[in-house]
């Protein structure tokens, strides 16, 4: 809550005097404020019978300033005020936001003008005056004053820049005066303005044109320092850590032996020194040439296979007597001797029978191998050897 008292010393003053001061104290929650960067503003009303509570009129405006960590209020500032009571607020506006602080925050504070020995009051007292007539008056007494004494030079006032706060582009522009403490004469001017719109951009600028620098001083060659292992620039530590921390010893359970390596490897030698001497011997070669022979027959042989298939309409039946051109009287006798001597398989058997059909000269292949027609030949002649016999 802020409150706002005023000293009793002047809390009371005659009209016309304008060289008292009158003392107020501000506070905001019994803390004395910080006005460094408000503009303080007292505002008074004029009350009628001591009614703080219902002013009767707005009488002036006068700038505060701070003194002691007090608030004074010169009646010079106030000298149009009549004889009368009055009840006053002091405005305390920041000069960065524009917020206004108003003490007090219930009722008001209140002094007294008292008459002087000249009986002057205000010119609601003379009800019966029209303002002509009064405006009237005053100008024909003005008529007969004469020019008084040339006053004291004035002081000129300092203006020193204070703050200048950017606002947005479509606000309005303002400053503000603050009355230094130390000095009424010195006020520090706040700006308050809206930023301008974006300019064209400018055209480039012509590049600079520098003289070479001197040569610079050989750098220090980085170091590892032997215990914390970081790298070393001179005798400062980067902190940057240059070597690992030392691992542990590897277990040899875990991984093969030297000895056992090289007995491996020269295994590994051996059999490929075995693998291409076999691949480069005459051996594989003459397997090769073997199969080849061997494929040819197997498929000659199957010729001659497909052949004697072709011709089995030609064979007789083994139940069937071989026909026979010769005569039966140019057939040998055959004794019975004879036929005791000769295995019966050897002249009956159905098996040799069957291979007449090799002993034919007709159904001999042409194209037949010397050695198979030679074979064939020496099979076919046997049961006749055995015959004559």
Do not use: C
Not at 79 to 93: C, D, R, S
């Amino acid at each position: 809550m802020r409150t706002l008292t005023i000293a009793d010393n002047w809390k009371d003053w005659k009209f016309g005097d304008t060289d008292a001061v009158m003392t107020f104290t501000a506070l905001d929650d019994d803390k004395v404020p910080d006005f460094s960067n408000r503009t303080l503003t007292f505002k008074i009303a004029s009350t009628l019978n001591n009614d703080l509570e219902h002013p009767k009129d707005f009488a002036a405006t006068a700038t505060g300033y701070i003194q002691d960590k007090n608030v004074i209020l010169k009646t010079e500032a106030v000298k149009q005020l009549t004889p009368g009571n009055y009840i006053v607020e002091l405005w305390a506006m920041s000069n960065d936001t524009q917020k206004d602080a108003v003490y007090p925050s219930k009722g008001f504070a209140q002094f007294t003008i008292e008459e002087n020995s000249m009986k002057v009051s205000d010119v609601t007292n003379i009800p019966s005056m029209t303002i002509n007539a009064f405006w009237n008056a005053v100008m024909q007494k003005v008529g007969t004053l004469t020019k008084g004494a040339k006053g004291d030079p004035g002081k000129t006032p300092k203006i020193v820049i204070g703050s200048v706060t950017k606002l947005l582009p479509d606000a309005q522009p303002s400053a503000t005066l603050v009355p230094l403490q130390s000095d009424p004469s010195t006020y520090t001017l706040n700006l308050q303005l809206p930023q301008g719109a974006q300019g064209i951009q400018g055209l480039p600028g012509t590049p600079g044109v520098g003289t070479k620098g001197l040569d610079g001083n050989n750098g220090l060659t980085p170091t590892i320092d032997p215990k914390t292992k970081h790298w070393m620039i001179g005798n400062t530590d980067t902190g940057v850590i240059a070597e690992g921390q030392a691992g542990k010893d590897a277990d040899p359970s875990k991984f093969v032996t030297i000895v056992s390596f090289n007995e491996l490897r020269q295994k590994v030698q051996d059999n490929a020194t075995a693998l291409d001497a076999l691949q480069n011997s005459t051996t594989v070669s003459d397997l090769k040439t073997q199969v080849d022979k061997l494929s040819a027959l197997v498929t000659d042989l199957t010729s001659q296979v497909k052949t004697l298939q072709d011709s089995k309409t030609d064979v007789p039946k083994s139940d069937e007597p071989a026909k026979s051109d010769t005569p039966a009287s140019d057939k040998p006798a055959t004794s019975d001797s004879a036929k005791s001597d000769t295995p019966a398989s050897s002249a009956d058997s159905p098996s040799t029978s069957a291979s007449s059909s090799t002993t034919t000269p007709d159904s001999t292949p042409a194209s037949a191998d010397p050695a198979t027609s030679a074979s064939s030949a020496s099979t076919s002649t046997t049961p006749t050897s055995n015959n004559v016999q």
